[in-house]
């Protein structure tokens, strides 16, 4: 997905759940266009929220206030605009703010660490009726910033751009080695985006070594699997993901390359296999045994969703969208080389962060908080503690004719919610969410 450089300002919003299509996921365009000649100096994710928290003030349901822009219903998010009109509560206008605005009325699962903000994101990993779910706001710098973060995460098209470089491939996350390794040059890499073995986000990343994708077809005709006996691993098997056991499985003597593979992989009624035990011990021997085992065990099982899956195949990229059910939507396998990573340094890495945790910025180590960011958050709690639990409906609007106490809450046309720290003479100074101010009291006409 790209956008114009005339766009205006704004953000995209992405929701990751196996119910939101092919590729799991939703991406949203949400538009903020500043004034006439004014550049904001704000950030556009906090533009945005304080545009949705005064819509929701006013209208009849709240909680529907971002469906429209979001493309559909968030889990959680809609308790901020309810509460926000339920209770009067102030804007934030500060991402400082905004952060603790959402830590105490947002509805995530999970934890305080399920949410994350900075100026240019927000991200969070929650859970709805169906499992689950991961959703980000991330305005224009952090998209173009970052393409080997959220470069995947941006896509809407399951149809991968093909290319071969030369250049090593690094991973950002190192995968877990399938083992028998190939005997020849490079590594192909399987990101599994799957919930056979548990949630489906994040998902998994696996490689095999010693072997490009061109060549996996006859590599897996060719070799058996490594496992850990059972006797060491008392849950049963440790060896390689069902999912590629049953590629292994599909691969027929002719194949030379992976699509007809993958397209009888779609066709498999993979979500029916529940026996763990079982699972871990099917497709484990020679390549007719494993193709056998397979074909028997579907013979116990239902069909795969109706949905129609995605089949996309380059020379060094592979993509399988296959609809499970209608309960648990659609998964993804990608399967890539390092000579595709090479000439698709970003997107690869992105893939490969994608498929190895809920958020695509955990390996950023977090900045030391500057001075002045520092001062911002003292700013904040000072503010918090003068409001206490009252709210705008508890606040005489600020007027110069008007004598204030300390402790007295005031609602200013500009400032906002305020609240009085100290008296001096005819001045009084007042806490603010984004500053302390010294403003007049006690005029007299």
């Given at each position: 997905?790209?956008?114009?450089?005339?766009?205006?300002?704004?953000?995209?919003?992405?929701?990751?759940?196996?119910?939101?299509?092919?590729?799991?996921?939703?991406?949203?365009r949400?538009?903020?266009?500043?004034?006439?000649?004014?550049?904001?100096?704000?950030?556009?994710?906090?533009?945005?929220?304080?545009?949705?928290?005064?819509?929701?003030?006013?209208?009849?349901?709240p909680?529907?206030?971002?469906?429209?822009?979001?493309?559909?219903?968030?889990?959680?998010?809609?308790?901020?605009?309810?509460t926000?009109?339920?209770?009067?509560?102030?804007?934030?206008?500060?991402?400082?703010?905004?952060?603790?605005f959402?830590?105490?009325?947002?509805?995530?699962?999970?934890?305080?660490?399920?949410?994350?903000?900075?100026d240019?994101?927000?991200?969070?990993?929650?859970?709805?009726?169906?499992?689950?779910?991961?959703y980000?706001?991330?305005?224009?710098?952090?998209?173009?910033?970052?393409?080997?973060r959220?470069?995947?995460?941006m896509?809407?098209?399951?149809?991968?751009?093909?290319?071969?470089?030369?250049?090593?491939?690094?991973?950002?996350?190192?995968?877990?080695?399938?083992?028998?390794?190939?005997?020849?040059?490079?590594t192909?890499?399987a990101?599994?985006?799957?919930?056979?073995?548990?949630?489906?986000?994040?998902?998994?990343?696996?490689?095999?070594?010693?072997?490009?994708?061109?060549?996996?077809?006859?590599?897996?005709?060719?070799?058996?699997?490594?496992?850990t006996?059972a006797?060491?691993?008392?849950?049963?098997?440790?060896?390689?993901?069902?999912?590629?056991?049953?590629?292994?499985?599909q691969?027929?003597?002719a194949?030379?390359?992976?699509?007809?593979a993958?397209?009888?992989?779609?066709?498999?009624?993979?979500?029916?296999?529940?026996?763990?035990?079982?699972?871990?011990?099917?497709?484990l021997?020679?390549h007719a045994?494993?193709?056998?085992?397979?074909?028997?065990?579907?013979?116990?099982?239902?069909g795969?969703?109706p949905?129609?899956?995605?089949?996309?195949?380059?020379?060094?990229?592979?993509?399988?969208?296959?609809?499970?059910?209608?309960?648990?939507?659609?998964?993804?396998?990608?399967?890539?080389?390092?000579?595709?990573?090479?000439?698709q340094?970003?997107?690869?890495?992105?893939?490969?962060?994608?498929?190895?945790?809920?958020?695509?910025?955990?390996?950023?180590?977090?900045?030391?908080k500057?001075?002045?960011?520092?001062?911002?958050d003292?700013?904040?709690r000072?503010?918090?503690?003068?409001?206490?639990?009252?709210?705008?409906?508890?606040?005489?609007?600020?007027?110069?004719?008007?004598?204030?106490?300390?402790?007295?809450?005031?609602?200013?046309?500009?400032?906002?919610?305020?609240?009085?720290?100290?008296?001096d003479?005819?001045?009084?100074?007042?806490?603010?969410?984004?500053?302390?101010?010294?403003?007049?009291?006690?005029?007299?006409?």
């Amino acid at each position: 997905m790209g956008m114009s450089t005339n766009d205006p300002a704004g953000l995209w919003f992405v929701h990751r759940s196996h119910r939101d299509g092919p590729l799991s996921r939703r991406v949203r365009r949400l538009t903020l266009a500043a004034a006439p000649g004014h550049e904001d100096p704000d950030p556009i994710l906090l533009l945005w929220f304080q545009k949705l928290l005064a819509q929701a003030r006013t209208v009849a349901e709240p909680d529907r206030i971002a469906d429209a822009a979001l493309g559909g219903r968030v889990a959680g998010l809609t308790t901020v605009f309810d509460t926000v009109k339920a209770k009067r509560l102030p804007i934030p206008k500060t991402i400082a703010a905004l952060e603790r605005f959402l830590r105490a009325h947002l509805h995530v699962e999970g934890g305080a660490d399920h949410l994350r903000v900075t100026d240019h994101t927000l991200r969070v990993l929650t859970t709805d009726d169906d499992g689950p779910i991961a959703y980000y706001f991330l305005d224009d710098e952090a998209v173009a910033a970052h393409a080997d973060r959220v470069g995947f995460l941006m896509l809407d098209d399951p149809r991968l751009p093909d290319g071969a470089g030369a250049d090593a491939f690094r991973p950002p996350v190192k995968p877990t080695p399938l083992l028998p390794a190939g005997t020849g040059a490079g590594t192909t890499f399987a990101c599994l985006l799957t919930h056979h073995h548990g949630p489906a986000v994040p998902g998994r990343v696996v490689a095999w070594a010693g072997v490009r994708l061109p060549d996996l077809a006859a590599h897996l005709r060719t070799v058996i699997p490594h496992a850990t006996p059972a006797a060491v691993a008392d849950a049963g098997l440790e060896t390689w993901p069902v999912e590629l056991r049953l590629l292994r499985a599909q691969v027929d003597p002719a194949d030379r390359l992976l699509s007809s593979a993958l397209e009888r992989c779609a066709a498999y009624p993979l979500d029916g296999l529940a026996d763990a035990d079982a699972v871990n011990r099917l497709g484990l021997g020679d390549h007719a045994s494993a193709r056998a085992e397979f074909k028997a065990a579907a013979a116990q099982l239902a069909g795969p969703g109706p949905e129609p899956a995605i089949v996309h195949e380059g020379d060094h990229v592979a993509v399988l969208c296959a609809h499970t059910s209608q309960d648990h939507g659609y998964q993804q396998w990608i399967l890539f080389d390092d000579r595709w990573a090479a000439a698709q340094p970003n997107l690869a890495a992105s893939i490969v962060r994608y498929a190895s945790d809920w958020d695509p910025f955990i390996w950023r180590k977090p900045k030391k908080k500057s001075a002045k960011e520092s001062a911002a958050d003292t700013l904040l709690r000072s503010w918090e503690r003068g409001i206490g639990k009252r709210t705008e409906a508890d606040a005489e609007p600020y007027k110069l004719s008007a004598r204030y106490v300390v402790g007295s809450l005031l609602q200013h046309a500009s400032f906002g919610l305020g609240a009085v720290e100290l008296i001096d003479g005819s001045k009084i100074q007042v806490v603010f969410q984004d500053a302390r101010r010294m403003l007049v009291h006690g005029r007299v006409a």
